[in-house]
């Protein structure tokens, strides 16, 4: 029998944390991908006739149908000071996340005073005190609750976000905690910066929160079978890769770095990260029964799939939430997630979380359905 089957690294008599309720929230604003790229046209590219040609095979080739806004489109596209971003970001990350967090913690059945810790992350904005901080009186957690902010994970924050829960959870078996997650990529779109990768970026990222209740072992809930225990998780970092993604930030605000080496790194390192994790459990990827993969765009979902051999169905849910949503960063995968709780597969199946970022970061997360 596995080492996965037998409870793990640490010991079959040791229960592991659990996730019991995801919620996701996005804002009202919602539009359809060739009206987003009609406005970049006007006022990133200018009307420009090869730029536009450039917007339409981009467009094309996004995988992305519609996505949710915390502006209207008009307001957005008349944004260029990033003082009144960042504030606007702050206001509308509050409430965004206040929904997904409240959302979350009453479908688990947890009473906001019975969290222990709260995590956090974000890249689109800044706010110190941080978000979760803000959020705590407002929403009734414990004036002691352990908070435990995450920033510059980009894209990753989501898994690397699950890997933090479990750490705290093994460390406190009896405790509860959340994660959330708020990304207003919207905010932070550059409308005047013409590169490719700012362009890239305009056809890809949307607006979204999701927050996640987990508990530990040795506490049960009405909602505790809801979803997957949390097994373990690792991180690698590439080298010499620092700009491939990422920000550049100065008084323009957050300027984006975005590669076209990203899908080749993600096609280069992912399988050897993943087959070293799988293989400390004794597992191959073959057996992994639900793939959580964050939707960092078509080319990067296919170089996931090519790298496995994965059947089309095993990223249907990641290609629904990218088409649905676009990329929301670090609120991807956790969608995703969300998204493969409703039709679990068999209880015992092992299930791969994997997403990357800037580092470049490859975060994963091992859970057990």
């Known amino acids: 029998m ?19 309720a995801i919620e996701t929230a996005v804002p009202p604003h919602r539009y359809r991908q060739e009206d987003i790229m009609a406005a970049l ?32 489109l008009e307001r957005l596209i008349e944004l260029d000071d990033f003082t009144e971003n960042n504030r606007l970001w702050h206001d509308a990350a509050l409430e965004l996340g206040e929904r997904a ?18 995590i956090s992350t974000t890249v689109t904005g800044l706010a110190v005190p941080s ?40 460390a406190h078996p009896a405790h509860v905690a959340v994660l959330l997650a708020v990304e207003l990529c919207s905010l932070a779109y550059q409308m005047q910066d013409t590169s490719m990768a700012n362009i890239v ?14 508990v530990g072992g040795h506490r049960g809930t009405a909602a505790a079978a809801a979803g997957p225990q949390l097994v373990d998780s690792r991180s690698r970092l590439v080298p010499d890769s ?39 459990y004794d597992l191959l990827p073959g057996q992994v029964g639900s793939w959580i993969v964050h939707g960092g765009g078509p080319k990067v979902l296919t170089a996931v799939e ?9 990223l249907e849910p990641t290609r629904r939430s990218l088409a649905e949503r676009g990329n929301l960063s670090s609120v991807s995968v956790l969608d995703v997630l969300h998204t493969t709780m409703r039709t679990p597969p068999r209880p015992g199946t092992p299930g791969l979380v994997a997403a990357m970022g800037p580092g470049f970061a490859i975060e994963l997360a091992l859970v057990r359905w």
Request: charged share 20%; glycine share 12%.
């Open 201 to 214: 970026a305009g056809s890809l990222f949307g607006d979204g929160a999701a927050a996640v209740v987990a």
């Open 306 to 314: 090519r790298s496995f051999d994965l059947p089309p169905a095993a």
């Open 242 to 280: 620092e700009e491939v993604l990422g920000w550049d930030i100065g008084s323009h605000g957050f300027r984006i770095l975005l590669a076209p080496e990203v899908p080749t790194l993600t096609e280069e390192h992912l399988p050897k990260a993943v087959h070293d994790f799988l293989g400390t």
């Open 41 to 72: 046209a006007r006022t990133t590219l200018m009307e420009s006739q090869t730029g536009i040609l450039m917007l339409r095979k981009i467009q094309a080739n996004a995988g992305v149908a519609t996505r949710h806004f915390a502006l209207p």
């Open 131 to 170: 978000l979760e901080a803000r959020l705590a009186h407002r929403v009734g957690l414990r004036p002691d609750v352990t908070r435990i902010p995450l920033f510059g994970y980009g894209c990753a924050g989501g898994a690397a976000g699950l890997a933090r829960l479990n750490d705290y959870l093994r």
């Open 101 to 118: 967090l409240t959302g979350a913690l009453r479908a688990a059945g947890v009473e906001p005073g019975e969290v222990d810790a709260v």
């Open 2 to 20: 596995s080492r996965f089957r037998e409870g793990l690294a640490w010991g079959p008599d040791e229960p592991l944390p659990r996730v019991t």
